[in-house]
C-alpha cells in the first residue's frame, strides 16, 4: 500500500498541473479572441479621407473632401496652404493663385466640429468657370495644399494631405487655431 500513495500523489499533481495550463490557455485564448474582436470593430468604423481638386474647361472648379470609408470622420483640423503659407480663408486662397478676388465662389464648411459620414463628398470650394478660375486651377497645381485631420469614433486619427497618396496615422490631431482654416 505504502508504494500506491507515492504514484496516486504523482498523478495527482500531474491533473492539478494540466488543470493549471489549460486554465491559463482558456484565460490566453480568451484575451486573444478580446483583441480580434476590438480590431474588428475599430476596423468596422474606419474612416479614410481623401480630398482633392478636378477641373475641366466649361466646368466649374472643385475641392472635394471626400470620407470612402465605413465608418464617420470626424474632423479635428482643416488647414489650406498657398505655397507652404497657411491661408485663413477661400478668398485669401483666390487672391493668392489669382491676383483678383473671386465674388462668385461658393464654399462649405470643413473644420472643427464637422462629420464625414461614410459615402459623403464635400464640395469644399466651387469656381464658377471663367478665365480667373482657369488660372486659379492652373496655379493649384502645383501651389495649393490642405491638410485635414480627422479622427474616428475610436479616436483613432489620421491627417489627410493633399500632397501625399493616403492618410497617415497621428497620436492626434494637432490644434494650432492660428493655421485653423476659418472658410
Known sequence: MASERPLADRVDRVLSLSAVVAALSAVAVSVYQAQISRQQQKASAWPYVMQGNSYARGMPYRWR???????????????????????????????????????????????????????????????????????????????????????????????????????TPVRECPTDTTRAFQQ
Not at 505655397?83 to 462668385?104: C, F, H, I, M, Y
Not at 492652373?138 to 493633399?162: I, K
Request: glycine letters at 8%; hydrophobic letters at 35%.
Open 65 to 167: 473632401v471626400e470620407n470612402a470609408g465605413v465608418g464617420p470622420a470626424r474632423v479635428r483640423t482643416f488647414e489650406v496652404r498657398v505655397d507652404g503659407k497657411p491661408r485663413r480663408r477661400w478668398s485669401d486662397v483666390v487672391r493668392a493663385l489669382t491676383g483678383e478676388s473671386e465674388p462668385a465662389l461658393v464654399y462649405t464648411h470643413v473644420g472643427r466640429g464637422t462629420v464625414l459620414l461614410p459615402g459623403t463628398t464635400l464640395e469644399a470650394l466651387v469656381l464658377p468657370e471663367n478665365p480667373r478660375t482657369v488660372r486659379f486651377f492652373a496655379g493649384a497645381q502645383t501651389r495649393l495644399s490642405a491638410r485635414l485631420c480627422y479622427c474616428s469614433v475610436y479616436d483613432d486619427c489620421w491627417l489627410s494631405d493633399s500632397d501625399r497618396d493616403e492618410p
